[in-house]
């Protein structure tokens, strides 16, 4: 069984930054790909960004310029660096891992989420 726990969000005006992480733990051989998605209320959840375990990432057009993801392998944690925040940023953010608890058995999990609320 693999957890993952999120943390860094809170309330930040306009502007300013804020920096997530989250930690897996369990049974992983090894993290493939780490997401962060986020989700405001009565909408879909969204995929913002993602990093693979080479390092290749890739952000949605609302977050370019102004998120950073990033990861520490031998932690099996990443990181979203948020910059520069708007109100319409403001949603529960969930880490997401794709990860192999074996040679050859590929597996997914979520995080419970953390808020991000951005005041104007």
């Known amino acids: 069984q693999v957890q993952l726990v999120e943390s860094g969000g809170g309330l930040v005006q306009a502007g300013g930054s804020l920096r997530l992480a989250c930690a897996a733990s369990?049974?992983?051989?090894?993290?493939?790909?780490m997401n962060w998605y986020s989700q405001a209320p009565g909408k879909q959840r969204e995929l913002v960004a993602s990093?693979?375990?080479?390092?290749?990432?890739n952000y949605a057009d609302s977050a370019k310029g102004r998120f950073t993801i990033s990861r520490d392998n031998a932690k099996n944690t990443a990181y979203l660096q948020m910059n520069s925040l708007k109100p319409e940023d403001t949603a529960v953010y969930y880490c997401?891992?794709?990860?192999?608890?074996?040679?050859?058995?590929?597996?997914?999990?979520w995080g419970q989420g953390t808020q991000v609320t951005v005041s104007s």
């Open positions: 997401n891992a794709v990860y192999y608890s074996g040679y050859i058995t590929l597996n997914g999990a």
């Open positions: 369990g049974s992983i051989f090894s993290i493939s790909t």
């Open positions: 990093i693979s375990s080479g390092g290749s990432t």
